[in-house]
């Protein structure tokens, strides 16, 4: 998934507020500015999202920005 293909997941899966979605809309962007392949974004993205609004592992491997 792409960044809005996944934040469109978790708007319709996750019920989360408003600034719990742009704070995970800018950690996206941080890592897509900061991971340059798939390993690097996952890593980045399990260690900044695993445990806040539910996540699984498998929901944050299928995320490719």
């Known amino acids: ?3 809005s293909e996944f934040l469109l997941y978790i708007e ?3 019920n989360i507020t408003g600034e719990s979605y742009r704070l995970i809309s800018n950690i996206l962007d941080f890592v897509s500015n ?3 392949n798939e390993n ?3 890593n980045m ?3 900044l999202l695993d445990g806040t609004i539910g ?3 498998m ?3 299928k995320v490719y920005l």
């Open 1 to 3: 998934m792409n960044k």
């Open 12 to 14: 319709e899966n996750f």
């Open 34 to 36: 900061n991971a340059t």
């Open 40 to 42: 690097e974004q996952y």
């Open 45 to 47: 993205l399990y260690n």
């Open 55 to 57: 996540l699984s592992d």
């Open 59 to 61: 929901e944050l491997r």
